[in-house]
């Protein structure tokens, strides 16, 4: 009777009854990981239901703030390489057996990179132009022996070239000598700028033709990277420009990198806001004195899927706002390599941890080893501008820091015992598909297919001085439409995967560049697509555009629109 009395009661019944379904459904689901799950993880990075939720509401802050610039089709130099980079720490290997090893197992896991210090502590160790090592008695004879301080760092490059893994050198960690005053910090950057740049200069003619990439420095924003002193952006401006001189004098084919930026928001002369180094840098000049620009790529206390987009939250899309900074000097054709990327795998205990725990965010091994490959596969897709990541790290030498939080970065064990990481990205490399994503991408990029007699060639009116002269191309991408920039006597015959051949381009006699666009679909599909000409033509770069978004956006106001006025037609005609 009651029932049946009261209808707006039975409605809201009604009503409740259903609300509760879905939301036992959604807490069904969010517990099982389904669909719920996975859709809320792919834009907040978050594992746990209710940290999704609360990532949830902080998202949309990500679009009603200024989005960073990216310039996301600028021609980009020194990326279209392997990615694929790690940290190594090959020095402290007394061993050579165990040096060769760790390079044996970074090939056969497919990384290109190898990220190494060579000290300069460690290699011009006692004075001023001594590149000897008088430090230990290595034949135990009770006396001191006198080797050669080269020997060591002549052998990892010998046995980097010998796997085929090229060699990132970071210059850094000056010897005692270079301070009059030890409170200054052994960090600290030396009192005499120059032998700085001569160390680096050293190390340069060693390896000439065989190590070409060099990074300045390391974290000088933040303590104690700069010594018992305030950090100064424009003084280490100074290093990296008078070294930068130095070292393309050496061999103008050098790719120097400035020192990686540790991410941080702090606001204090010892730790200073990456953001406002970097801006202070690019004021005193720094912009004509790097080819590559480092930054760290930690993710934190999210995964790589993090979406939400705060200056004052550090997440792995941080270095979106370093992108933003160089767009606005000036430096959209620079790349951004990160030194080092990870997860920290530490134990959540603190009686293990006992320096640093949880600074770095905690999450497990297999967590760890999921993150990672995600990570690389968001650079290719979304970010042009992102060249070489370098895991942070492969191993240490020993067990003997296992209470400190940075130690569980490690890919494998002290005795080589690979970690869940190690056998993640060697499959994950493995598996890599040859496809290129949105951005504007080289005539060297290592995705391009030429015919059997492609030869780079110097031009001057390329936009990097260097195009592939060639007959044909092939290439894979995912997008809504592809562009060529060329250069060629005839017309280009393009075909889309077994579509019959269409014609991009005219005849054209001299030098005149000439850009070619297809508009492929309204959304983002992967296909092959080929071009061929009858003559030579010479290949500037490749540009894959996306424009779903967009197109999505676009059909939707046409549907509201259309909607709108078929109501409207509607109401009319029923006065």
Same mark, same amino acid.
């Given at each position: 009777?009651?029932?049946?009395?009261?209808?707006?009661?039975?409605?809201?019944?009604?009503?409740?009854?259903?609300?509760?379904?879905?939301?036992?459904?959604?807490?069904?689901?969010?517990?099982?990981?389904?669909?719920?799950?996975?859709?809320?993880?792919?834009?907040?990075?978050?594992?746990?239901?209710?940290?999704?939720?609360?990532?949830?509401?902080?998202?949309?802050?990500?679009?009603?703030?200024?989005?960073?610039?990216?310039?996301?089709?600028?021609?980009?130099?020194?990326?279209?390489?392997?990615?694929?980079?790690?940290?190594?720490?090959?020095?402290?290997?007394?061993?050579?057996?165990?040096?060769?090893?760790?390079?044996?197992?970074?090939?056969?896991?497919?990384?290109?990179?190898?990220?190494?210090?060579?000290?300069?502590?460690?290699?011009? $160790?006692? !004075?001023?132009?001594?590149? %000897?090592?008088?430090?230990? &008695?290595? =034949?135990?004879?009770?006396? /001191?022996?006198?080797?050669?301080?080269?020997?060591?760092?002549?052998?990892?490059?010998?046995?980097?070239?010998?796997?085929?893994?090229?060699?990132?050198?970071?210059?850094?960690?000056?010897?005692?000598?270079?301070?009059?005053?030890?409170?200054?910090?052994?960090?600290?950057?030396?009192?005499?700028?120059?032998?700085?740049?001569?160390?680096?200069?050293?190390?340069?003619?060693?390896?000439?033709?065989?190590?070409?990439?060099?990074?300045?420095?390391?974290?000088?924003?933040?303590?104690?990277?700069?010594?018992?002193?305030?950090?100064?952006?424009?003084?280490?401006?100074?290093?990296?420009?008078?070294?930068?001189?130095?070292?393309?004098?050496?061999?103008?084919?050098?790719?120097? $990198?400035? !020192?990686?930026?540790?991410? %941080?928001?702090?606001?204090? &002369?010892? =730790?200073?806001?990456?953001? /406002?180094?970097?801006?202070?840098?690019?004021?005193?000049?720094?912009?004509?004195?790097?080819?590559?620009?480092?930054?760290?790529?930690?993710?934190?206390?999210?995964?790589?899927?993090?979406?939400?987009?705060?200056?004052?939250?550090?997440?792995?899309?941080?270095?979106?706002?370093?992108?933003?900074?160089?767009?606005?000097?000036?430096?959209?054709?620079?790349?951004?390599?990160?030194?080092?990327?990870?997860?920290?795998?530490?134990?959540?205990?603190?009686?293990?941890?006992?320096?640093?725990?949880?600074?770095?965010?905690?999450?497990?091994?297999?967590?760890?080893?999921?993150?990672?490959?995600?990570?690389?596969?968001?650079?290719?897709?979304?970010?042009?501008?992102?060249?070489? $990541?370098?895991?942070?790290?492969?191993?240490?030498?020993?067990?003997?820091?296992? =209470?400190?939080?940075?130690?569980?970065?490690?890919?494998?064990?002290?005795?080589?015992?690979?970690?869940?990481?190690?056998?993640?990205?060697?499959?994950?490399?493995?598996?890599?598909?040859?496809?290129?994503?949105?951005?504007?991408?080289?005539?060297?990029?290592?995705?391009?297919?030429?015919?059997?007699?492609?030869?780079?060639?110097?031009?001057?009116?390329?936009?990097?001085?260097?195009?592939?002269?060639?007959?044909?191309?092939?290439?894979?991408?995912?997008?809504?439409?592809?562009?060529?920039?060329?250069?060629?006597?005839?017309?280009?015959?393009?075909?889309?995967?077994?579509?019959?051949?269409?014609?991009?381009?005219?005849?054209?006699?001299?030098?005149?560049?000439?850009?070619?666009?297809?508009?492929?679909?309204?959304?983002?599909?992967?296909?092959?697509?080929?071009?061929?000409?009858?003559?030579?033509?010479?290949?500037?770069?490749?540009?894959?555009?996306?424009?779903?978004?967009?197109?999505?956006?676009?059909?939707?106001?046409?549907?509201?629109?259309?909607?709108?006025?078929?109501?409207?037609?509607?109401?009319?005609?029923?006065?």
């Amino acid at each position: 009777m009651l029932w049946t009395s009261f209808p707006l009661v039975r409605r809201w019944l009604i009503v409740g009854g259903i609300l509760f379904v879905f939301a036992f459904l959604g807490v069904l689901d969010l517990a099982n990981r389904g669909l719920v799950w996975q859709a809320l993880w792919s834009v907040t990075g978050e594992e746990a239901p209710l940290a999704q939720m609360r990532a949830l509401i902080e998202l949309p802050g990500a679009f009603i703030r200024p989005q960073p610039r990216t310039d996301a089709l600028a021609p980009i130099a020194n990326v279209g390489m392997s990615p694929y980079g790690i940290n190594t720490f090959l020095e402290q290997e007394v061993e050579v057996a165990k040096r060769d090893l760790q390079v044996q197992m970074i090939a056969e896991a497919g990384f290109g990179w190898i990220r190494q210090e060579f000290p300069w502590e460690d290699i011009e $160790i006692h !004075a001023r132009g001594d590149f %000897t090592d008088r430090r230990n &008695d290595v =034949n135990g004879d009770g006396t /001191i022996d006198t080797i050669d301080a080269w020997a060591k760092y002549d052998h990892i490059v010998d046995v980097a070239e010998e796997y085929g893994v090229r060699l990132q050198v970071r210059l850094s960690n000056p010897p005692s000598w270079t301070h009059a005053d030890p409170a200054i910090g052994e960090k600290a950057p030396p009192d005499n700028l120059q032998d700085f740049v001569n160390y680096a200069v050293a190390v340069a003619e060693r390896y000439r033709g065989r190590i070409l990439h060099y990074q300045i420095w390391n974290e000088p924003n933040i303590y104690p990277e700069w010594g018992e002193q305030a950090v100064d952006p424009e003084a280490y401006t100074d290093m990296l420009c008078r070294t930068y001189r130095a070292l393309k004098d050496v061999d103008p084919n050098i790719v120097v $990198i400035s !020192a990686a930026l540790a991410p %941080t928001i702090n606001l204090t &002369d010892r =730790n200073l806001s990456d953001l /406002i180094f970097l801006q202070r840098m690019y004021d005193a000049g720094a912009g004509e004195c790097f080819d590559v620009l480092s930054t760290q790529g930690y993710g934190f206390f999210s995964g790589p899927t993090d979406r939400r987009m705060r200056p004052t939250t550090l997440t792995f899309s941080h270095h979106l706002y370093i992108r933003d900074i160089m767009v606005a000097n000036g430096d959209s054709h620079k790349p951004i390599w990160l030194a080092e990327a990870a997860w920290n795998a530490q134990p959540e205990d603190p009686s293990v941890v006992t320096s640093q725990y949880g600074q770095f965010g905690i999450v497990t091994p297999d967590e760890a080893a999921r993150y990672m490959p995600l990570a690389y596969q968001r650079a290719r897709e979304e970010w042009s501008w992102l060249g070489v $990541i370098n895991y942070w790290f492969f191993k240490r030498a020993s067990d003997g820091e296992r =209470n400190q939080a940075f130690y569980y970065f490690r890919m494998v064990e002290p005795d080589f015992t690979p970690l869940p990481i190690y056998d993640a990205m060697r499959q994950y490399i493995a598996d890599e598909q040859p496809i290129l994503y949105q951005g504007t991408h080289q005539e060297n990029h290592r995705f391009l297919s030429f015919d059997a007699d492609a030869e780079q060639v110097e031009v001057a009116e390329a936009q990097f001085n260097r195009a592939m002269r060639t007959t044909a191309l092939s290439v894979m991408m995912h997008g809504t439409e592809i562009a060529l920039r060329w250069r060629g006597v005839e017309p280009i015959s393009v075909r889309v995967g077994n579509d019959p051949p269409l014609s991009i381009g005219e005849s054209r006699e001299g030098t005149e560049w000439q850009s070619g666009h297809l508009f492929l679909s309204l959304n983002a599909q992967t296909r092959t697509i080929s071009f061929s000409s009858p003559g030579p033509f010479e290949l500037d770069s490749v540009t894959v555009i996306d424009r779903t978004a967009m197109n999505a956006l676009i059909g939707a106001a046409v549907v509201l629109v259309g909607g709108g006025w078929l109501v409207w037609r509607a109401r009319g005609r029923k006065r």
